[in-house]
């Protein structure tokens, strides 16, 4: 019902900034809350940051807290993160889900629908 594609991953050097983007398509009629995980070489996905799908509440890992901010573009159906101050800790393989009317969860087995994901490297 819903297709995600992210964008905008790249090769940084710590202390820069890049900014995501996920672009839904398909099915409009439903709203969706939207999320974004991460996933290190080896490493179990982890959560990174969402919001309802009202618009009215926002979640972050503590890990990023301060450094990244999610938003969304209703016009667009896109939804993005902005990072900060990234961190080699960063690095990873970022991707965006959508949960059917959610309350922004941080549980991963909550979302219905994933995005192939983009690759975020921070050098130091």
């Known amino acids: 019902q819903v297709q995600l594609v992210e964008s905008g991953g790249g090769l940084v050097q710590a202390g820069g900034s890049l900014r995501l983007s996920c672009a839904a398509s398909?099915?409009?009629?439903?709203?969706?809350?939207m999320a974004w995980f991460r996933q290190a070489p080896g490493k179990e996905r982890e959560f990174v940051a969402a919001?309802?799908?009202?618009?009215?509440?926002?979640y972050y890992a503590d890990s990023v807290k301060g450094r990244f901010t999610i938003s969304r573009d209703n016009a667009k159906n896109t939804v993005y993160l902005q990072m900060d101050s990234l961190k080699p800790e960063d690095t990873g393989v970022y991707v965006c889900?959508?949960?059917?009317?959610?309350?922004?969860?941080?549980?991963?087995?909550?979302?219905?629908?994933w995005g192939q994901g983009t690759q975020v490297t921070v050098s130091s």
């Open positions: 889900a959508a949960e059917q009317y959610g309350r922004g969860t941080y549980r991963l087995n909550s979302y219905d629908y």
């Open positions: 398909g099915s409009t009629f439903s709203r969706y809350a």
């Open positions: 919001f309802s799908w009202t618009g009215k509440n926002t």
